[in-house]
């Protein structure tokens, strides 16, 4: 008799070239314990019906038990000749059991199977990283604590703009990681819906009772139309969207990160046990995990592609096609998970240089934009103001110094008596001081921000 579970109609070998195409137990063994999950709710569902007696369920619950034991120990063997996770269980289940273990796959197929376990799969990777994305944030609050005084250039077009502070900065990234876990929290909802009961695809006549497997399983509803639930990897898509947008979020800090270690900027010393050397050049402290943390994302956004591009013109209701869809999710999920955790040890451990930082701050006219201000503020109109102060630049420029130390007449030009007040907001320091608006890099904003985050993390 065939070892498959859908051996019946068939008679001689599957040829091992099919074999080797269509199985998915190389991959999705790491379903385990999910599938083990979601059999014991539906086995002790069936029971409650009245398809297994108590006894029989009970029996299944515990083999269920040991198998998974098993695999975890490393003790299970797997083969390609049983195709899936699915496949491996039920034939393990059945070697324990016999007819008993024949009866668990009573009113569901492994279409709504695979998807329920799929879906609990997701909803603990969304658990799992939104815990690590949670620490990332504090680590960044943290960081946004110990230097909060730290007044760095912020850029435009990677060119020196205007003043922000480092805990500034800090946050900016606490505020891109929490919509990231607000876009997991929206994902889980639209997951956390039951697709098991939708068998292969138009649902059973047996009298199966999905509610109590939802119950069991902590899914929110039951889905409404087996069609749908037997095909949908929207969750799936979905979820991988939002790694791939934490993966940008995280390219980016790299990238800064990488470019502020240089000795053309020098504002970080990362630390040694976050980077290597090289075979060749004594001297080097290379970044090789922040180069591959950014370099990492091609891989999530290419999972992201590879689903869409599976997903497209699939009619319903199930289609093979579908069990291409784990990889990418695995591959997606770890890797943004990698990256999340070392992002967060990074920003533990690094620390800024701030003699560097603060020996080249004057230059670039961080001030130009508050001066320019300033003038508003004395009732010269805006676009007038800024080409005053683009004059002013310019005669900077010439004379090789800061706007602070031009001559009082080149302000009192643009305005009597200007040169009096000035120095109050030209300087870096005078500059940030003088920031005022919510959500800026002023000071008291900032300080606000960080208790708001402490509060909340
Ligand atoms: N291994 C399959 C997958 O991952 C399980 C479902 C197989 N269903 C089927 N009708 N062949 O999608």
Same mark, same amino acid.
């Given at each position: 008799m065939?070892?498959?579970?859908?051996?019946?109609?068939?008679?001689?070998?599957?040829? +091992?070239?099919?074999?080797?195409?269509?199985?998915? $137990? =190389?991959?999705?063994?790491? @379903?385990?314990?999910? +599938?083990?999950?979601?059999?014991?709710?539906?086995?002790?569902?069936?029971?409650?019906?009245?398809?297994? =007696?108590k006894d029989e369920a009970d029996a299944i619950v515990r083999a269920l038990d040991e198998i998974g034991g098993q695999i975890e120990r490393?003790?299970?063997?797997?083969?390609?000749?049983?195709? +899936? $996770?699915?496949?491996?269980?039920?034939? %393990?289940? $059945?070697?324990r059991l016999g007819d008993v273990g024949r009866k668990l796959h009573t009113g569901r197929s492994r279409n709504d199977q695979v998807a329920t376990d799929v879906k609990l799969w997701v909803r603990d990777g969304i658990d799992a990283l939104d815990a690590l994305l949670r620490d990332l944030q504090k680590a960044l609050v943290e960081a946004a604590e110990r230097d909060r005084d730290l007044v760095l250039p912020g850029y435009t077009h990677l060119q020196r703009a205007q003043p922000v502070l480092a805990a500034h900065y800090f946050l900016a990234y606490v505020e891109k990681y929490e919509r990231d !876990?607000?876009?997991?929290? +929206?994902?889980?909802?639209?997951?956390?819906?039951?697709?098991?009961?939708?068998?292969?695809?138009?649902?059973?006549?047996?009298?199966?009772?999905?509610?109590?497997?939802?119950?069991?399983?902590?899914?929110?509803?039951?889905?409404?139309?087996?069609?749908?639930?037997?095909?949908?990897?929207?969750?799936?898509?979905?979820?991988?969207?939002?790694?791939?947008?934490? %993966?940008?979020h995280l390219a980016g800090w790299a990238e800064e990160w990488i470019l502020w270690s240089t000795t053309e900027f020098g504002f970080l010393e990362l630390p040694d046990a976050f980077c290597t050397g090289s075979s060749i050049m004594p001297h080097k402290k290379n970044p090789d995990v922040l180069e591959l943390i950014?370099? /990492?994302? %091609?891989?999530?956004?290419?999972?992201?592609?590879?689903?869409?591009? @599976?997903?497209?013109?699939?009619?319903?209701?199930?289609?093979?096609?579908?069990?291409?869809? /784990?990889?990418?999710?695995?591959?997606?999920?770890?890797?943004?998970?990698?990256?999340?955790?070392?992002?967060?040890?990074?920003?533990r451990e690094t620390r800024f240089r701030k003699e560097v930082i603060a020996s080249r701050l004057e230059d670039g006219f961080l001030d130009a934009t508050t001066l320019m201000e300033h003038l508003v503020l004395q009732g010269v109109p805006l676009r007038t103001a800024h080409e005053a102060v683009g004059k002013l630049?310019?005669?900077?420029?010439?004379?090789?110094?800061?706007?602070?130390? @031009?001559?009082?007449?080149?302000?009192?030009?643009?305005?009597?008596?200007?040169?009096?007040s000035v120095h109050k907001v030209l300087g870096v320091a005078n500059a940030l001081a003088a920031f005022k608006?919510?959500?800026?890099?002023?000071?008291?904003?900032?300080?606000?921000?960080?208790?708001?985050? !402490?509060?909340k993390l």
């Open positions: 065939s070892q498959l579970t859908w051996g019946g109609r068939f008679s001689g070998d599957t040829d +091992d070239r099919v074999v080797a195409l269509t199985e998915s $137990i =190389s991959f999705d063994r790491r @379903l385990y314990r999910q +599938d083990i999950r979601a059999s014991q709710a539906h086995a002790r569902m069936l029971a409650e019906v009245g398809l297994l =007696s490393g003790e299970f063997t797997f083969s390609t000749k049983l195709e +899936d $996770i699915h496949t491996h269980i039920e034939r %393990a289940l $059945i070697e !876990r607000g876009r997991l929290a +929206d994902c889980r909802k639209r997951t956390n819906v039951l697709p098991l009961g939708a068998a292969a695809l138009a649902g059973t006549s047996l009298p199966i009772d999905r509610a109590s497997v939802a119950r069991q399983l902590g899914f929110e509803s039951v889905a409404a139309n087996s069609l749908d639930a037997a095909s949908d990897r929207d969750f799936a898509l979905e979820f991988v969207f939002d790694l791939s947008l934490i %993966a940008l950014r370099g /990492k994302t %091609a891989r999530v956004v290419g999972d992201l592609q590879r689903l869409l591009v @599976l997903l497209k013109g699939l009619p319903l209701a199930y289609n093979r096609d579908l069990q291409e869809d /784990k990889e990418a999710l695995f591959d997606a999920y770890d890797t943004v998970h990698a990256s999340v955790e070392l992002a967060a040890a990074m920003i630049v310019k005669a900077c420029e010439e004379r090789r110094c800061r706007l602070a130390q @031009l001559p009082a007449e080149l302000f009192d030009a643009i305005k009597p008596g200007l040169s009096g608006s919510a959500g800026s890099t002023a000071p008291a904003e900032v300080e606000k921000q960080i208790a708001q985050w !402490r509060q």
